[in-house]
């Protein structure tokens, strides 16, 4: 095996930090799950980031070069891949994000994360400029806007909004003038009050719920105030593993999933707050640091981008969990349970070793 592709060469700090990450996650979806028809979630859960690793593996494997020379091919099969998704995918809970195969269910969407990645990488590492110009920002706009387009139409307003934060890091790395900054913030904040009506119902209520969940507490806020509780309830040290009240009496919905962080307030307490926050910290910092000692300008692109994608996830779900942000379906990287968004997060950490290793290339 060639020298760059040691496995002694992987980012064992980065990997480190991932597992305790995830043993957490796993900790939490038993505790959360128990008693529950979703109890075998938390073995589920153990499978997944197995074959996450594996995935993370073979993406380092691949020379992001190669990956990146063929972005035009997984963009355009991604496309198709969403829009069967809007029109034959799989129904839950009222939204088609899922595509059955082999008794198995697969969000396409989350996938789509590492394309955008490996797109925007590929086309601000070919600017023979020192920053980005208007058309290049039309370009991107559209190129992004796409696939953000379709995963909306699913409805996914959660998970479209990712592409939108992996752009807006890329194009802010790859310089950006002030005037073009101001001319988007302007046209962005004027088209909110525009996009109200084209919005879904849900989608308005949730609006509505995150200005007001006292409103309606019974309905629209109800899960917002049961997140806010859990995570008061946790105190200082928390209630223990398997033994808080609003995760346990089931008055916190979807406690394994969406609204993880606040059974694990709860249980655990400000000070396991401050260990896993610390531990997405030090997640972060990593593919950072991976960043600045990159090859080259598309290896930093892409760490970047990761690095980017996880801190929204991060900062949106523990600001809706708290009721700082809208609730929105964006679920806790390596910690909420489900294996499409799990998959993702470790191909994702695979590009970002992918870069580590083309260092070491002799």
């Known amino acids: 095996m060639p020298r760059y592709r040691s496995i002694r060469d992987l980012d064992w700090?980065?990997?480190?930090?991932?597992?305790?990450?995830c043993a957490l996650?796993?900790?939490?979806?038993?505790?959360?799950?128990?008693?529950?028809?979703?109890?075998?979630?938390?073995?589920?859960?153990?499978?997944?980031?197995?074959?996450?690793?594996?995935?993370?593996?073979?993406?380092?494997?691949?020379?992001?070069?190669?990956?990146?020379?063929?972005?035009g091919f997984f963009y355009v099969s991604t496309i198709i891949a969403l829009g069967i998704t809007v029109f034959a995918g799989t129904k839950i809970f009222g939204s088609r994000r899922w595509i059955s195969f082999g008794g198995m269910n697969f969000q396409i969407s989350e996938f789509a994360k590492l394309v955008v990645i490996l797109m925007v990488a590929r086309y601000l590492s070919e600017l023979k400029r020192d920053e980005v110009g208007i058309g290049d920002l039309?370009?991107?706009?559209?190129?992004?806007?796409?696939?953000?387009?379709?995963?909306?139409?699913?409805?996914?307003?959660?998970?479209?909004?990712?592409?939108?934060a992996i752009l807006g890091a890329g194009i802010l790395l790859a310089g950006l003038r002030w005037h073009h900054l101001a001319a988007i913030a302007l046209v962005?904040?004027?088209?909110?009050?525009?996009?109200?009506?084209?919005?879904?119902?849900?989608?308005?209520?949730r609006l509505e719920t995150f200005v007001n969940p006292d409103a309606d507490p019974k309905g629209r806020g109800y899960q917002v105030i049961q997140?806010?509780?859990?995570?008061?309830h946790g105190g200082v040290w928390g209630t223990g593993a398997t033994r808080g009240t609003q995760t346990q009496l089931r008055f916190l919905p979807v406690a394994h999933t969406d609204f993880i962080f606040s059974a694990?307030?709860?249980?655990?307490?400000?000070?396991?707050?401050?260990?896993?926050?610390?531990?997405?910290?030090?997640?972060?910092?990593?593919?950072?640091?991976?960043?600045?000692?990159?090859?080259?300008?598309?290896?930093?692109?892409?760490?970047?981008?990761?690095?980017?994608?996880l801190l929204f996830h991060l900062l949106v779900n523990v600001g809706m969990v708290v009721g700082s942000m809208p609730v929105t379906g964006i679920p806790l990287p390596l910690m909420s349970s489900g294996g499409s968004n799990l998959f993702s997060v470790f191909m994702m950490l695979g590009l970002v070793n992918n870069v580590r290793l083309r260092r070491f290339a002799s």
């Open 13 to 21: 700090s980065l990997l480190a930090v991932t597992l305790v990450i």
């Open 25 to 71: 996650g796993v900790l939490q979806i038993y505790s959360a799950t128990h008693g529950t028809k979703f109890e075998d979630a938390w073995w589920k859960q153990i499978v997944w980031i197995g074959l996450g690793l594996g995935l993370m593996w073979l993406v380092a494997s691949i020379d992001y070069h190669t990956l990146l020379g063929q972005v």
């Open 138 to 164: 039309l370009k991107l706009g559209v190129l992004v806007g796409i696939p953000t387009f379709l995963v909306m139409l699913q409805p996914d307003l959660g998970t479209s909004l990712t592409y939108v």
């Open 188 to 205: 962005a904040g004027l088209s909110l009050p525009l996009a109200w009506p084209f919005l879904n119902d849900y989608q308005k209520a």
């Open 227 to 232: 997140s806010r509780i859990a995570v008061g």
């Open 264 to 309: 694990f307030a709860e249980e655990q307490g400000f000070v396991g707050v401050v260990v896993v926050l610390g531990m997405y910290f030090l997640l972060i910092m990593q593919i950072v640091h991976n960043a600045q000692t990159a090859p080259d300008r598309s290896g930093m692109y892409l760490c970047m981008g990761v690095a980017a994608l």
